[in-house]
């Protein structure tokens, strides 16, 4: 974003690179971690927790207040370089007492690396990370399903709403371990509240995106818009 | 040549057959087997394919079981030229009022047929996602069991559903009862009978609402 240099892939690597070649007989735990974990440790010191690599991906723990400044170096610095965020996703253990993970998968696509970012949470501490979508304008839904399916917050998210739920959505977080699988609410009641959501809502003047694209529609349809008209009907 | 209706011999109304003697250009027959007769051939059909079934479907469509020659030619991917609506596949909550509109949006006479486990009963999503049968929603005339059902399978239900309009009479309501939602819930199934089926089965205690 900072540098508009176009990159293909693997043109930051030397020229005498080995050529790539599919990995072969990856070990489960060790192996070669990544680099920019090292490089992580010597630019952020303490805000780097552990690391492991688990069948040749290489996960970096992160700590909370540091994240957005973590992920803007790892984007900026011309030896990082993760031009792709691949993934924004959470997890939420089983046993009692386990802190949440927020977890983030970057791909350098120059230098040929992936690396995970974890974010621990304590499950009674406020739920909330930064939003990096300031870095990675795809972390957009990405943020909004981790917060609809666990009800974890992003700080600085230009729109964070509930995307797979319906936005009246009221039994909570679906994929939260206190989260019974048929929901909390019985079957009549799920469905008479399904059924008074508004199909149309989402194409209304309302909807913020298409507030935002109002200029780029043709005329006729900013004029049915502007008088009121749903579309559909 | 002479036409002239024989006489019901069961349940599926009267035919048209050929009267050799009175072999006049003319034909004879009941309004209701005429109407009934071009409604059940010319059923077309407005597919909600939302999962497999979909697909499915599709395959039940195309040149090898070639819906076509059931009258089905046309696809209707607009409701308001639909005779049939063919929801295969399994149908998220936040999709229950897009297919309540679709079914409104349709003109009458019209009739659903319910392709598939998922989109009968749910199937095996039993989650807090999924409608635990579209007949909840809307008035279902025909079942077709399966997941998914073999195009045979589907071809079966609807010939089934030729054979149910085929039978309906102008006149008498009780061959095509106008199903009424529940006025307060809004639902085709009385909210207590609706509990009632979902309640968790089995020792599968996890599944309970009131398991943490």
């Known amino acids: 974003m900072s540098d508009a240099r176009v990159i293909t892939a693997g043109g930051a690597l030397p020229a005498d690179a080995p050529a790539p070649a599919t990995p072969r007989r990856v070990p489960h735990r060790g192996g070669a971690e ?3 974990v090292a490089a992580l440790r010597a630019q952020f010191g303490g805000a780097i927790g552990r ?16 994240l957005l400044d973590v992920v803007r170096w790892l984007h900026a610095d011309p030896h990082q370089r993760y031009d792709y965020l691949v993934d924004v996703t959470a997890v939420e253990f089983r046993d009692a007492g386990q802190p949440l993970q927020v977890v983030w998968h970057l791909r350098s696509l120059p230098h040929r690396r992936f690396l995970r970012l974890k974010v621990e949470l304590a499950p009674e501490g406020p739920l909330s990370v930064p939003s990096v979508v300031p870095v990675y304008q795809s972390a957009d839904w990405l943020e909004r399903e981790v917060y609809d399916m666990f009800g974890i917050g992003f700080d600085g998210h230009p729109d964070l709403r509930r995307i797979l739920m319906w936005e009246q959505y009221r039994e909570g977080h679906p994929l939260r371990k206190d989260f019974p699988l048929r929901g909390r609410f019985s079957r009549s009641e799920q469905l008479r509240q399904a059924l008074a959501a508004n199909p149309e809502a989402h194409y209304s003047m309302n909807e913020l995106t298409v507030a935002e694209a109002f200029g780029d529609l043709p005329r006729d349809v900013q004029e049915r818009l502007a008088a009121g008209e749903r579309t559909g009907e | 040549m002479g036409l002239t209706p024989v006489p019901a011999t069961g ?4 035919s048209v057959a050929l009267d050799a003697p009175n072999s006049e250009g003319w034909i004879a027959t009941r309004l209701d087997f005429l ?3 071009s409604r059940a051939n010319s059923l077309w059909p407005m597919p909600f394919g939302t999962a497999c079934c979909g697909i499915e479907f599709m395959a039940t469509a195309a040149s090898k079981y070639d819906l076509a020659r059931f009258g089905m030619e046309k696809m209707g991917f607009t409701p308001r030229q639909a005779d ?6 399994r149908v998220p909550l936040k999709l229950a009022p897009v297919l309540r509109r679709i079914y409104q949006q349709m003109p009458n006479p019209k009739w659903v047929i319910s392709m598939g486990a998922c989109a009968s009963t749910g199937g095996m999503f039993d989650t807090y996602a ?3 049968g579209i007949d909840t929603i809307i008035p279902v005339d025909v079942y077709v069991p399966g997941c998914p059902p073999r195009p045979e399978a589907l071809m079966y239900g609807i010939m089934l559903l030729q054979k149910k309009v085929m039978g309906e009479r102008l006149r008498n309501d009780a061959t095509r009862p106008d199903v009424e939602p529940d006025p307060t ?3 085709y ?11 968790p089965f089995g020792n599968s205690v996890h599944q309970t609402r009131s398991a943490p």
């Not at chain 1, 290489?58 to 700590?63: D, E, G, K, L």
């Open chain 2, 130 to 132: 999924v409608v635990q």
């Open chain 1, 34 to 36: 990544n680099p920019s």
């Open chain 2, 35 to 37: 109407v009934n007769w």
């Open chain 2, 11 to 14: 349940g599926g109304g009267a």
């Open chain 1, 51 to 66: 690391s492991e690599v688990v069948w040749g991906e290489t996960t970096a723990f992160v700590a909370r207040e540091r």
């Open chain 2, 189 to 199: 199934i009385p909210p207590s009978r609706i509990d009632e089926l979902s309640e």
């Open chain 2, 185 to 187: 819930s809004r639902l």
């Open chain 2, 84 to 89: 049939v609506l063919i929801c295969a596949g």
